[in-house]
């Protein structure tokens, strides 16, 4: 069968840009459905649970095999484990920070990416990249608002810290998971491999809600706007999950894939639009120069 020619530029860079902002909408519906009581868990549930069922009939629509080595199965549930590690945390970050800055500081996932491979025995970053590397954390240093948190003689929020450590740990998890990704598994069709990994990563948030280690994990909303959030949640996120592995091979990912490092723009679009959470102007311009470094840091790979 012979494959399908490739979008337009300007068709898949409209596409890829689609997608980013769906997959910060979902987001921002997290957030509201979190305000209204909603279970992070049942969030994960919901969302891996959607989302699975449509990249399954995907794959047996194309009759993709199943079969994988031994080795190869442990690297796949591990990766399942990692994406179920980063789910939880980002989830956790966007209902105590603004969604905006949580998703800047998830992005500095290229850059651990990039650290993490070096030591595991790939190549040293360039002079260049490492330049690059320091402009985005220059920029996330404004984005964070670290000179006026360090002047301030206010005791650090406690609920800001803890968001700002579950965006670290959701960015080094996810750099984990793209090196198995890259490294172990490369080899995989791309909507098998997500397949799979959605499996673990419904039944790790099943077994994780069950065990009661996640106090009000479970819960459902409490009012009609966190339903409305969470049926918004899973239907951005399934969507913009399934579309991409649909186009995929005609998006030309290698070299348009910077294109979806507008995440965190479309963020603080629709945080202020949406939520009314507003970042200060130094934040705004650290949040263009991170994901500027982040984009040419992309397209130098």
Same mark, same amino acid.
């Given at each position: 069968?012979?494959?399908?020619?490739?979008?337009?530029?300007?068709?898949?860079?409209?596409?890829?840009?689609?997608?980013?902002?769906?997959?910060?909408?979902?987001?921002?519906?997290?957030?509201?459905?979190?305000?209204?009581?909603?279970?992070?868990?049942?969030?994960?549930?919901?969302?891996?649970?959607?989302?699975?069922?449509?990249?399954?009939?995907?794959?047996?629509?194309? +009759?993709?095999?199943?079969?994988?080595?031994?080795?190869?199965? +442990?690297?796949?549930?591990?990766?399942?484990?990692?994406?179920?590690?980063?789910?939880?945390?980002?989830?956790?970050?966007?209902?105590?920070?603004?969604?905006?800055?949580?998703?800047?500081?998830?992005?500095?996932?290229?850059?651990?990416?990039?650290?993490?491979?070096?030591?595991?025995?790939?190549?040293?970053?360039? +002079?260049?990249?490492?330049?690059?590397?320091?402009?985005?954390?220059?920029?996330?240093?404004?984005?964070?608002?670290?000179?006026?948190?360090?002047?301030?003689?206010?005791?650090?929020?406690?609920?800001?810290?803890?968001?700002?450590?579950?965006?670290?740990?959701?960015?080094?998890?996810?750099?984990?998971?793209?090196?198995?990704?890259?490294?172990?598994?490369?080899?995989?069709?791309?909507?098998?491999?997500?397949?799979?990994?959605?499996?673990?990563?419904?039944?790790?948030?099943?077994?994780?809600?069950?065990?009661?280690?996640?106090?009000?994990?479970?819960?459902?909303?409490?009012?009609?706007?966190?339903?409305?959030?969470?049926?918004?949640?899973?239907?951005?996120?399934?969507?913009?999950?399934?579309?991409?592995?649909?186009?995929?091979?005609?998006?030309?990912?290698?070299?348009?894939?910077?294109?979806?490092?507008?995440?965190?723009?479309?963020?603080?679009?629709?945080?202020?639009?949406?939520?009314?959470?507003?970042?200060?102007?130094?934040?705004?311009?650290?949040?263009?120069?991170?994901?500027?470094?982040?984009?040419?840091?992309?397209?130098?790979?």
């Amino acid at each position: 069968m012979q494959a399908a020619a490739p979008f337009p530029r300007h068709i898949a860079v409209l596409i890829l840009a689609t997608l980013a902002c769906s997959f910060a909408g979902n987001h921002i519906a997290a957030r509201i459905a979190f305000d209204h009581d909603t279970g992070l868990l049942l969030a994960m549930l919901c969302r891996a649970g959607v989302t699975l069922v449509v990249l399954a009939a995907l794959v047996f629509w194309r +009759r993709e095999s199943l079969r994988l080595s031994p080795a190869t199965w +442990r690297w796949q549930l591990l990766l399942g484990l990692l994406i179920a590690v980063q789910s939880f945390c980002i989830y956790s970050a966007v209902a105590r920070i603004p969604v905006a800055l949580a998703l800047l500081v998830v992005n500095l996932s290229p850059i651990l990416l990039a650290l993490l491979t070096w030591v595991l025995g790939g190549p040293r970053p360039t +002079r260049q990249a490492l330049a690059i590397m320091g402009l985005i954390l220059f920029g996330l240093v404004l984005v964070l608002d670290v000179p006026a948190r360090l002047l301030s003689a206010e005791a650090p929020d406690g609920q800001w810290v803890a968001g700002i450590l579950f965006s670290l740990t959701a960015a080094a998890v996810f750099a984990a998971a793209l090196w198995v990704t890259e490294h172990k598994l490369s080899n995989m069709a791309g909507s098998v491999r997500s397949m799979l990994t959605l499996i673990v990563v419904f039944l790790a948030s099943a077994l994780l809600g069950s065990s009661g280690l996640i106090p009000g994990g479970l819960d459902l909303p409490s009012a009609t706007a966190g339903w409305i959030a969470l049926a918004c949640l899973v239907l951005l996120y399934g969507a913009a999950f399934s579309t991409l592995f649909i186009c995929m091979p005609r998006l030309n990912i290698a070299r348009n894939a910077p294109v979806m490092n507008m995440e965190p723009v479309a963020g603080m679009l629709l945080g202020w639009l949406v939520l009314g959470q507003l970042l200060g102007p130094s934040q705004v311009l650290g949040g263009l120069i991170v994901v500027g470094g982040i984009v040419l840091l992309a397209y130098r790979r």
